[in-house]
Structure formats: structure tokens, C-alpha cells
């Protein structure tokens, strides 16, 4: 056993007993964390607000070996996002970036820069930039620190380049990318998306590739530029890869059509 003590996301609480909680939190160094908070359901709680959802806290642990639930010995608040105060949707977009990030990624694995990006998200919605701008590039941010980005460009099955001079283009979350008319009868779950539809996509992939993953700024064209079928079908590319890559429909998804309008 060790004692730890680095930054954390709080995403996660669940009652342990009368006076405890398990909190999952994203940690800067040393990833996901699950960890037992004695005698934080108390009225006088020794951890005060730095437990609360979406809070960005430092915190003390002590990592256990195997799979036994760590044990939190000390959390102070250092800042705490207020999309709430901004609308309902920020709100429920900061609540989604939470549960991908719990969902794609695996207790004490380290995922440099990851802690960042979710911050900046929520700074981002703080201060009501766009939750359809924000919520895109922290998905797509999300998934090239995981090393799952899609293919944009070249079919997914032969390699070939994508034509983009045609009425729609062919799709496959589950298998990494487009596909090109030939392959696309043998692949499973085709999305037809508008050539605009992908050019935004692989525009978004180059500049996170070009900043090695780093925060990037909103889009030079503004989301709500697109039009409303570009715009859900950009949802419905990004739904579709969350929901192969976790195995499951987050429940926060549900929340979010408010962004292909």
C-alpha cells in the first residue's frame, strides 16, 4: 500500500454505508480511481463539497494492491464548474463528459492529458461557449488519447481512399471508420453521411492531430453554421462511436438531442 496524492474529477459517487461513499474520480497521475470516503455522508463531512459531482479536487489516498477499493483520506476542493447556473444543457453535457470518461477508461491506467481536457471542456461550458462545440471536440479529444480514432479517409476494409464526390459516404462505428461501396455491403451498422458531414469530421482530426491532442479552440466555422442535417449527422456519427466503444448507450445520451438541432 501507498499513499498518493494528486488532482482529481470527481465522476462518480455511490452509498457505501450510513456515513460512506465510494467515489470514482479521474486522477491526473494515476488515472481512474475508485475509492471508499469514510464518513463522507455525514452532516459534518471531514471532505466538505470537494466530493461533488464535476468537482475538481486534490486529494490523498491510499492505493491498495490488487482489486480492493482504494481508500480516500483527504479531499479539498480546488475548483468547482457552474454550468448549472448556465442552463440545462451545459449541465447535462459536463454530466456526459463525466460518464465517457468513466466508461472508456480502466481503474489506474494514466492517460496523459486526459484530466485536462475534461477540465477545459467544463471551463469551456462554464462559460457558455457552445455545448455542441464543446461537447465534439472533447469527444474526439477523448478518443485520439485513447488511440480509437476512426479512418476518415481510407476504407476501413481495403484501404482504399474515400471518394468524397459522392451523394453520401458509408460509416462504420464498429468497424474504425468509412468504407468505400464496394466494402460496404460486408460491413455491419453503415451510417450514410453528406461528404460536409465527413469534411467537418476530418477537418476537427487533422487539427487535433496537428496540436497533439492538446485543447484546441472552436471550430473556425461556428457548429450552428452547419446545417441541420450535417449537424445530426455528426451526432449521430459521435453516438454511434461512443456506444461501440463502451459497449453500451450512455445514460447521458439520452440528454443530448438538444445538440443535432
Request: hydrophobic fraction near 40%; include cysteine; aromatic fraction near 6%.
Given at each position: 500500500m501507498s499513499l498518493e496524492k494528486t488532482?482529481?474529477?470527481?465522476?462518480?459517487?455511490?452509498?457505501?454505508?450510513?456515513?460512506?461513499?465510494?467515489?470514482?474520480?479521474?486522477?491526473?497521475?494515476?488515472?481512474?480511481?475508485?475509492?471508499?470516503?469514510?464518513?463522507?455522508?455525514?452532516?459534518?463531512?471531514?471532505?466538505?463539497?470537494?466530493?461533488d459531482l464535476l468537482s475538481l479536487s486534490s486529494v490523498v489516498f491510499l492505493k491498495k494492491s490488487g482489486e480492493s477499493l482504494d481508500l480516500l483520506t483527504e479531499a479539498k476542493l480546488v475548483r468547482r464548474f457552474r454550468s448549472a447556473s448556465v442552463g440545462l444543457l451545459p449541465l447535462y453535457c459536463g454530466y456526459y463528459a463525466g460518464e465517457l470518461i468513466n466508461a472508456l477508461t480502466e481503474n489506474h491506467e494514466p492517460i496523459a492529458g486526459?484530466?485536462?481536457?475534461?477540465?477545459?471542456?467544463?471551463?469551456?461550458?462554464?462559460?457558455q461557449a457552445s455545448p455542441a462545440?464543446?461537447?465534439?471536440?472533447?469527444?474526439?479529444?477523448?478518443?485520439?488519447?485513447?488511440?480509437?480514432?476512426?479512418?476518415?479517409?481510407?476504407?476501413?476494409?481495403?484501404?482504399?481512399?474515400?471518394?468524397?464526390?459522392?451523394?453520401?459516404?458509408?460509416?462504420?462505428a464498429?468497424?474504425?471508420?468509412?468504407?468505400?461501396?464496394?466494402?460496404?455491403?460486408?460491413?455491419?451498422?453503415?451510417?450514410?453521411?453528406?461528404p460536409q458531414t465527413l469534411e467537418v469530421l476530418e477537418s476537427k482530426a487533422m487539427e487535433l492531430s496537428e496540436s497533439g491532442a492538446a485543447?484546441?479552440?472552436?471550430?473556425?466555422t461556428p457548429f450552428t453554421a452547419h446545417s441541420p442535417q450535417v449537424r445530426a449527422e455528426i451526432r449521430g456519427v459521435m453516438e454511434q462511436l461512443v456506444i461501440c466503444l463502451s459497449e453500451r448507450r450512455l445514460r447521458m445520451l439520452d440528454y443530448l438531442e438538444d445538440l443535432k438541432r
Open positions: 488532482e482529481a474529477i470527481v465522476l462518480k459517487t455511490v452509498e457505501w454505508s450510513e456515513t460512506s461513499l465510494i467515489v470514482t474520480l479521474f486522477t491526473r497521475d494515476f488515472g481512474k480511481v475508485s475509492a471508499i470516503a469514510k464518513g463522507a455522508r455525514r452532516l459534518k463531512s471531514p471532505f466538505e463539497s470537494a466530493l486526459l484530466l485536462e481536457s475534461l477540465c477545459h471542456a467544463l471551463e469551456e461550458l462554464d462559460r462545440t464543446t461537447i465534439l471536440d472533447f469527444e474526439l479529444q477523448t478518443i485520439q488519447r485513447l488511440g480509437h480514432m476512426p479512418s476518415w479517409r481510407w476504407c476501413v476494409a481495403c484501404g482504399e481512399e474515400i471518394e468524397t464526390d459522392r451523394q453520401s459516404i458509408a460509416f462504420s464498429s468497424s474504425g471508420g468509412v468504407v468505400c461501396p464496394n466494402c460496404a455491403p460486408t460491413q455491419r451498422s453503415i451510417l450514410r453521411i453528406k485543447n484546441i479552440v472552436a471550430e473556425r
